[in-house]
């Protein structure tokens, strides 16, 4: 459909413009053409579509202005899973505030806006209640544009299973363009199962059920491949007919998802298929392909991926792992540029793509893509780690961005998940937790043994996670699989983050208090922590003190923790106090992540690597015996007694 028939249809040329009060607010943000950032706290917990105030948008005719889509309306004709769009824009009165949304569905318009206030319900619903999927400046690529009028925009569009338009905002809604199957099988994404030989892979689609049945078809790579059936997940948004709301075990309601979520956030977030593929041989590689067979017999086929299987529980070979937090997401084309919202996190996830040879399994422990209710932006994440989710095993932790929303049963009051209550999290993304929406879990690499945590729950002494701490510590069989790590979103053990230091603790209130004697009895090696955006390693600890005075090499008896803070994913860094924390040996304000290699049961190197160059900036080797494992360290042992 051309502009001009568009605009035939509707038989008014439509010009919206957003509320002045929105200007207002915007200029917060930026100061257009010069790029300006805002470099505060506040930053980082503002999703940029927020600054968008879609129900304040309003509409005026003007004959001056139009927007079209160059090109073919149907993109991915040859199965690409993304296309880039250029968008003209032509418009007599051209002004700096002039910018382009990308809406998906595209007749968005005709989104149903319930009357929320009073004023709403007196004087009529908003025109426009959905967010775009992203936006920019119309000056962004062609500072010329406020003296010409004339410019061309260019947009990265991936499948996500609606057609789009771009609306101009001072000139009206482009010709709209859709890729050939919308509903494609998408964004493959593996994880451990609660078993060594169990791989999981969840996906997303745009077909239901009662369309087409789910499948993964996959076996020895070049060998005959069998199929594995898969379970269908989806959410929904807050109405009339659904209440919306769940009741936790402990009796707290939690709202389903609240606002922006269930308002000008949502976005349907199609059908997620996951399929447990069982009784793997270790470190083999597989291929697989995700099917749907539509009820007339055909199958509509994704790509074909392959990965590696796990070894053996406790086995001896070359084992990598990839620890890090808060990468959140950024878009290829520069859209949402001027909030520079997570700078580092297409850098990451490149330095990680390009040494996914090296590789076997990724922890990424908390705020993922920070869509803080914008339920597209989920969609935007899993795309863009595709490349890495869909060759290794991908464990996320849950951040507060995931899953804190006030009243709905977290341990945190606060709104910054933006009412998504953890529900895309625990959907979209496969954990071997016994139940998803409280996200702590054990999982076994080799000789590598993960105890997960989830401090948006309560961890301390006497609940349900601490108990389930203590067990997946203790379940570890030292002797073969020696390399204990605990890791989760909040620092519970120690950082030098300048916000922590003002409040005095150096760490999330309760965290080490009550989880130190479990670290310390079960001489857990490292706990990974993020939230805190930038990279710092601690000395072996216990109670406050370094209890080793090693800082490269440590040999035999550790005798406490290393603690480490890996939450540079890509997120707005976060400044040091400049306090001097004696225990802490290595601090770096820059975007990385860590690497820790184990090359057999005795010995382990921690690398920690720039996102920028994939450099190592801070490395240490632990060798150690089992024996070492089974020496007593203070508080480590039980007490014992003389007697007989
Ligand atoms: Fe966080």
């Excluded at 010709?175 to 030989?197: C, E, H, I, Q, T």
Aim: charged share 20%.
């Amino acid at each position: 459909m051309s502009n001009q028939l568009y605009l035939l249809l509707i038989g008014i040329f439509v010009l919206i413009t957003l509320n002045k009060s929105v200007h207002v607010s915007a200029q917060k943000y930026i100061s257009l053409g010069k790029q300006k950032h805002r470099h505060d706290d506040m930053q980082q917990m503002e999703q940029p579509l927020s600054a968008i105030q879609i129900h304040k948008t309003v509409l005026a005719l003007t004959k001056s202005a139009s927007i079209h889509a160059v090109g073919p309306r149907i993109l991915g004709s040859e199965g690409e899973d993304f296309e880039w769009v250029t968008i003209n824009l032509r418009n007599a009165n051209p002004t700096d505030e002039d910018w382009v949304g990308v809406f998906s569905p595209a007749k968005f318009n005709e989104s149903i806006c319930p009357p929320v206030t009073i004023d709403e319900q007196q004087f009529g619903a908003p025109f426009l209640c959905t967010a775009p999927l992203k936006f920019k400046y119309a000056n962004y690529q062609n500072a010329n544009y406020t003296a010409t009028g004339r410019t061309s925009l260019k947009f990265r569009l991936i499948n996500q299973r609606g057609d789009f338009s771009f609306a101009f905002f001072s000139g009206g809604v482009s010709n709209f363009v859709a890729f050939a199957n919308p509903k494609a099988p998408l964004y493959p994404r593996l994880a451990l199962g609660k078993s060594w030989d169990i791989m999981t892979v969840t996906w997303t689609s745009g077909y239901n059920i009662d369309e087409a049945v789910p499948f993964v078809e996959w076996g020895w790579k070049g060998q005959e491949q069998k199929r594995s059936p898969a379970g269908t997940l989806t959410f929904h948004r807050n109405n009339e007919d659904k209440v919306g709301e769940v009741k936790l075990l402990n009796n707290v309601m939690r709202p389903f998802i609240g606002t922006p979520a269930r308002s000008v956030g949502w976005r349907n977030p199609g059908f997620i298929h996951t399929s447990f593929l069982k009784d793997l041989w270790p470190n083999m590689v597989y291929t697989y392909k995700l099917g749907h067979m539509l009820n007339n017999g055909s199958i509509v086929w994704s790509k074909q991926y392959s990965f590696k299987s796990a070894p053996f529980q406790g086995q001896e070979s070359l084992q990598r792992i990839v620890i890090f937090g808060d990468m959140g997401k950024q878009e290829r084309d520069g859209s949402n540029e001027y909030a520079n919202y997570q700078p580092g996190s297409l850098m990451t996830t490149d330095t990680l793509i390009k040494d996914l040879d090296n590789i076997d399994a990724v922890f990424l422990i908390g705020d993922l893509p920070y869509a803080n209710g914008y339920i597209s932006q989920w969609d935007q994440f899993t795309a863009q780690v595709e490349p890495i989710t869909s060759r290794v095993p991908f464990m996320i932790a849950s951040g507060n961005h995931e899953r804190t929303w006030e009243n709905s049963g977290s341990l945190y009051t606060g709104i910054d998940s933006g009412g998504e209550c953890g529900v895309p999290a625990e959907t979209l993304y496969y954990v071997p937790a016994e139940n998803r929406a409280k996200f702590w879990y054990a999982a076994d690499y080799g000789m590598f043994h993960f105890c997960i945590g989830d401090t948006e729950h309560d961890w301390r002494e006497g609940s349900e996670q601490y108990k389930f701490i203590e067990q997946c510590f203790a379940s570890a069989n030292r002797h073969k699989q020696p390399w204990l790590i605990f890791a989760a979103h909040r620092v519970l053990g120690y950082s030098s983050n300048d916000w922590y230091a003002k409040e005095g603790s150096f760490e999330e209130p309760m965290g080490r208090e009550h989880l130190q004697k479990l670290w310390q009895k079960y001489k857990v090696d490292m706990a990974f922590f993020g939230h805190v955006h930038n990279y710092e390693r601690v000395c072996p600890i216990y109670q406050n003190q370094c209890v080793n005075k090693e800082t490269s090499h440590y040999s035999g008896v550790v005798n406490g923790t290393i603690h480490v803070v890996v939450g540079g994913g890509g997120s707005n860094l976060n400044r040091f106090t400049t306090i001097n924390t004696t225990w802490s040996v290595f601090k770096d304000y820059d975007y990385g992540f860590v690497k820790l290699t184990a090359f057999d049961q005795s010995s382990l190197l921690f690398e920690y690597k720039k996102s920028k160059d994939g450099k190592v900036y801070d490395s240490f080797t632990i060798s150690r015996d089992y024996k070492d494992v089974l020496a007593c360290v203070h508080d480590g042992c039980e007490p014992t007694t003389l007697a007989s």
